[in-house]
Structure formats: C-alpha cells, structure tokens
C-alpha cells in the first residue's frame, strides 16, 4: 500500500544544531507540504513543493528550508535549531488531480533544548 | 483575524448525543472545504468534504454557507470512537494549499 512516512518519530537536539526531519511518500503524488503544530496555532505551512526542484515558502518559512531532487521525498532543514522551533511537524502529499485532499504522514515530535 | 476561525471546545458530550461545530473562514474566494480528524498525537486524516448543497457520511452531515462564509459539521448519536479534534479545512481560492483552523475537541463520555 501507498504511504507516507517520517523519520525520525522524536527527536532531541540542541539550540544551534542543524537538523533534518526526513519525509517519503510511495504515491507518487507531486504536491509535498512541511507543517508545524503548536498549540493555540492549529497547522501552519512551512515549505511546499509541487515538483522536483519546485520549493515555495510558506507562512512560517524563516529558520527553514526544503529541497526537492526526487518525487519521493522533501527533507525538511532547520539550519540553526532554536527553541522556538520545538513543535510537532507533519509531512503531507497531495495528487495534483484532487489537490485538495491531503495525505499526511505520522508527525515528527522535535524538542530543542 | 484568523483566516480559519472555530470554537475550540472542548465539547463534552454524552453517547448518543448529538454535536455541532462551527467555523468560519475569511477567504470569500476559497472554493474547496474540508472537515479532518485528528486523534491525540496522531495525524490529521480527511473527514469529510464539504459541498454547498450539503453532505452527510452517515452519522455526520456537512454544510457550508458561502454568503455568511460558514461551514458546519454534525455529529449524531455520537459514539466513544468520535473522541478527537476536528479540523476545519479551507483552500486558499486557486492556490493548492489549505488553510487550517485550530481545531474544536470533542469528547465523548461513557
């Protein structure tokens, strides 16, 4: 079956680390979205791409970046980790003939210290 | 003001009972609307769409109002399973993104 994953589930790094939360899909869907959860915030966009080496910024790109050489997968960066930046981050893709629809994968709980 | 805006709850309801959520959206030209479930800790993961003339998917019914940019869900004879956030979802006119609201959470008691 079809899906999207994340790795790693949890993770735990340090203010000023690089960090790269992985995401890969096997729908085949060209559309790819980074989101962070907080509470009180709901979902907000990051970075989204609709194809390869298509990258957008979104409403909460600062600090962030994305790069996409494949279909398959959308690596999120965080250049320089800060505090600010614990949050619960989703993956999702989406089929560009029902764009609307999205699929997400499990979220990636990132803790900065 | 939020693009998304809904009650965030939470709601406590009993078994059987039935629920309403709300939401309104900013965008007068969005064209797409989309109620999701998200479980503690999990992912979100697509309800139901919402069309203008109403939709109902068994137990649950969804309406928008376009003049009053207002969307609803109902939930009937609400069971224990029901338990969660419910996201109201709202695309962006013709961009492919979507616009979410914070979430009203629900919980069903025994």
């Known amino acids: 079956d079809a899906e999207i994953t994340q790795s790693p589930r949890h993770k735990i790094t340090e203010t000023g680390r690089q960090v790269t939360l992985a995401c890969h899909q096997t729908?085949?869907?060209?559309?790819m979205f980074w989101y962070r959860q907080d509470l009180g915030h709901g979902l907000r966009l990051i970075h989204y791409s609709y194809g390869v080496q298509d990258t957008n910024k979104g409403e909460v790109s600062d600090g962030y970046s994305v790069s996409r050489s494949n279909t398959e997968d959308l690596p999120l960066t965080l250049e320089s980790a800060a505090s600010s930046q614990t949050s619960v981050y989703f993956c999702?893709?989406?089929?560009?003939?029902?764009?609307?629809?999205?699929?997400f994968g499990p979220g990636t709980r990132l803790t900065v210290l | 003001r939020k693009e998304v805006e809904q009650d965030p709850g939470p709601f406590n309801v009993p078994e059987g009972a039935t629920v309403a959520f709300n939401c309104t959206y900013s965008?007068?030209?969005?064209?797409?609307f989309f109620w999701y479930r998200q479980d503690c800790r999990k992912e979100p993961k697509l309800l139901m769409s919402v069309y203008s003339s109403g939709n109902e998917d068994g137990r649950f019914t969804a309406q928008l109002n376009r003049a009053s940019q207002y969307i609803s869900l109902l939930i009937r004879d609400s069971k224990l399973s029901d338990s969660a956030t419910y996201l109201c979802v709202v695309n962006g006119g013709s961009a492919r993104q979507l616009t979410f609201g914070s979430g009203t959470q629900l919980t069903v008691l025994p």
């Open positions: 729908w085949n869907h060209n559309n």
């Open positions: 965008n007068s030209a969005s064209q797409s």
């Open positions: 999702a893709s989406s089929d560009p003939k029902m764009a609307d629809t999205q699929y």
